[in-house]
């Protein structure tokens, strides 16, 4: 199975913004909702953004109002937009199959965010 393909990471100061992206294979794009998840270090990977199958986008409260999440069916591609940016963001970011991950994970983009 390809994996997929983060990228847009990076060092932020708080109250940044970054633009994350997520390149996935036609097959797992075309048949599945895709989310994004992220993994802080020693804490279990959570789901933060996600469309449904039907197209409606849901959040984590915690970045609720300011990330948002967003796909280009044509590249196959989806991506995440994060706003004011808290310290507490800092942590690999990963795209998957939402809600349940089926894909294959990629490495991840890292995000910090820290003055």
């Known amino acids: 199975q390809v994996p997929l393909v983060e990228s847009g990471g990076g060092l932020v100061q708080p109250g940044g913004s970054l633009r994350l992206s997520c390149a996935a294979s036609?097959?797992?794009?075309?048949?599945?909702?895709m989310g994004w998840y992220r993994q802080a270090p020693g804490k279990p990977r959570e789901l933060v953004a996600a469309?449904?199958?039907?197209?409606?986008?849901n959040y984590a409260d915690s970045v609720k109002g300011r990330f948002t999440i967003s796909r280009d069916n044509a590249k196959n591609t989806v991506s995440l937009q994060m706003n004011s940016l808290k310290p507490g963001d800092t942590a690999v970011y990963y795209c998957?199959?939402?809600?349940?991950?089926?894909?294959?994970w990629g490495q991840g983009t890292q995000v910090t965010v820290s003055s």
């Open positions: 036609r097959s797992i794009f075309s048949m599945n909702a």
């Open positions: 998957n199959t939402a809600p349940r991950a089926i894909g294959s």
């Open positions: 469309f449904t199958r039907g197209g409606i986008t």
